[in-house]
């Protein structure tokens, strides 16, 4: 099957520092991925969706200049968290759309952020 | 705008036992619907898809689940449980055409008791 990696699994960073998180598909081409947030028993959150050489199409409520999203090549996007704060600290899951199995999203293992 | 119900937040089943999870779904048009199961500080694994053709989709690990249009419903269903079964289980569904978006249920936890 379809495989997403996500790097790194688990961040620990201070507040007001910058961090990046990675997700690439591993044997397949994603034109989209989707950036999702996870709080503690709760459903996953749309944060975004990353769109190969274009912007990113933001949820409502997610500040863009907070979280950028790069989608340079079909198989690595990128999410950075610019000046952490403690409130942002959650879980990130990436996702890739693999149009070839009829729009079927293959999950990353998440990055597990925890800011101070 | 679509929508995604798992009216169960918790559901536990004795090892042994047929398990089911319940999923009702709401969109304007002929829905994708995707069954995915998340392990502790995991991502998400897809378990199994509907897209159209039979009702009855058989997916990952033995979980198959049926669709019912009348119903607007989704379950998630196995004959024989196992304690290796228990996790989180997210229904999700997304139109066929178009943005590729899926909206999620809340999630139902599900507990196999030895």
């Known amino acids: 099957g379809a495989v997403v990696s996500q790097h790194p699994s688990r961040v620990i960073c201070k507040s007001g520092t910058s961090v990046k998180i990675e997700c690439r598909s591993l044997d397949f081409q994603a034109t989209t991925m989707f950036w999702y947030r996870q709080f503690p028993k709760q459903s996953l959150m749309l944060m975004a969706t990353s769109n190969e050489g274009s912007k990113a199409t933001y949820e409502q409520g997610v500040e863009k200049d907070k979280f950028l999203i790069n989608h340079a090549s079909l198989t690595l996007s990128t999410l950075t968290v610019t000046s952490a704060h403690p409130e942002d600290s959650s879980f990130y899951i990436c996702?890739?759309?693999?149009?070839?199995?009829?729009?079927?999203?293959?999950f990353g293992p998440g990055t597990r952020l925890t800011v101070l | 705008a679509q929508s995604v119900a798992q009216p169960e937040d918790q559901v536990n089943v004795a090892e042994g036992n047929p398990l089911t999870v319940k999923c009702t779904y709401s969109?304007?048009?002929?829905?994708?619907l995707f069954w995915y199961v998340q392990y502790p500080n995991r991502g998400l694994q897809f378990l199994l898809k509907y897209i159209t053709g039979d009702n009855l989709v058989k997916g990952s690990y033995g979980f198959e689940a049926e669709f019912n249009k009348s119903q607007t419903s989704f379950h998630l269903k196995k004959p024989s449980a196992l304690v290796s079964d228990s996790a989180l289980y997210f229904c999700?569904?997304?139109?066929?055409?178009?943005?590729?978006?899926?909206?999620f249920g809340t999630g139902t936890r599900l507990t196999i008791i030895p």
């Open positions: 999700a569904v997304r139109v066929n055409f178009g943005n590729e978006k899926l909206t």
């Open positions: 996702s890739a759309g693999d149009r070839g199995l009829v729009g079927t999203q293959y």
């Open positions: 969109v304007s048009g002929n829905p994708y």
